[in-house]
């Protein structure tokens, strides 16, 4: 079994909370993965020219070639984004929009596989997480679980947190807080937080064991059905 374990974070390896949780996660899987950094890749987001419909390959030329033949090698995915404007960065959302190129014609080579979203954000990591989840069920993809924490908002390192009246650091502490180590958020300093990545792998590990992907595409097909079905009623 194989996991592909994806962080969409531009930030600096060692500073990304969200590379930090999908490590964690893939780390307790048990099984074989392959982490892979979206930093300074080049990722254009889905240009809807139907290049794909005949043969389920996006023509676009970016780094998004290379990956695709790991998507689609992998048994389950580990993906995780950060929170910007309360919705997935942009650089995740270009990823995932690239995945419509495995939606044409009856194609099953993502469905009934299975997968862990990560979120993190200043405040809350809970937005990317659903937005991942929902591109998941676009492709019969089951999610296992779900891991949320909080990180450090840029506010923490760009020089004017302390005074700024529109800073994360402002609004939640006042003004006048030094901003210090011991009150900046970390993800690795949230006991809950490593827990639940640690818990998730495990679980995405254990489901692996003779999954049944058939089973799962049809939960996930009937999954499918409801949500539209919802959003036709919101919609009407
Ligand atoms: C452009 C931008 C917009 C952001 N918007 C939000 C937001 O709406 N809500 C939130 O909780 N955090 C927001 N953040 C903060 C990030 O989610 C936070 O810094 C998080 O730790 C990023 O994860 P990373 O360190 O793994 O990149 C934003 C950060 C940036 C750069």
């Known amino acids: 079994m194989k996991i592909l374990g994806i962080s969409g974070s531009p930030r600096k390896e060692g500073v990304s909370g969200v590379d930090k949780l999908v ?3 893939l780390e307790n899987t048990g099984c074989d993965y392959e982490y892979i950094s979206l930093r300074g890749k080049t990722i254009s987001g889905c240009i809807a ?3 794909c419909a005949k043969d389920n390959v996006c023509k676009v030329k970016d780094d998004m070639t290379d990956l695709r033949g790991k998507i689609v090698a992998a048994d389950a995915y580990v993906v995780g984004a950060p929170n910007y404007y309360s919705t997935l960065n942009a650089l995740t959302h270009a990823f995932m929009e690239r995945w ?46 779900n891991v949320t ?62 999954h ?25």
């Open 149 to 210: 924490g909080q990180g450090a908002a840029a506010c923490y390192s760009c020089g004017y947190g302390e005074d700024c009246k529109v800073g994360v650091h402002y609004a939640l502490q006042g003004p006048g807080v030094e901003i210090t180590p011991e009150i900046t958020p970390d993800v690795s300093k949230q006991p809950e937080t490593l827990r639940s990545a640690a818990e998730a792998g495990k679980r995405l590990g254990e489901r692996l064991q003779g």
């Open 100 to 145: 419509f190129q495995f939606r044409h014609q009856e194609a099953d080579t993502l469905w009934g596989k299975l997968a862990v979203a990560v979120g993190v954000g200043g405040q809350s990591g809970s937005f990317p997480v659903n937005e991942l989840e929902k591109f998941f069920l676009y492709n019969f993809i089951e999610t296992v679980a």
């Open 212 to 236: 049944d992907r058939q089973a799962a595409t049809e939960r996930m097909r009937k999954r499918m059905g409801e949500k539209l079905s919802e959003m036709m009623e919101h919609s009407a």
């Open 49 to 51: 020219c139907l290049g």
């Open 23 to 25: 490590r964690i996660v």
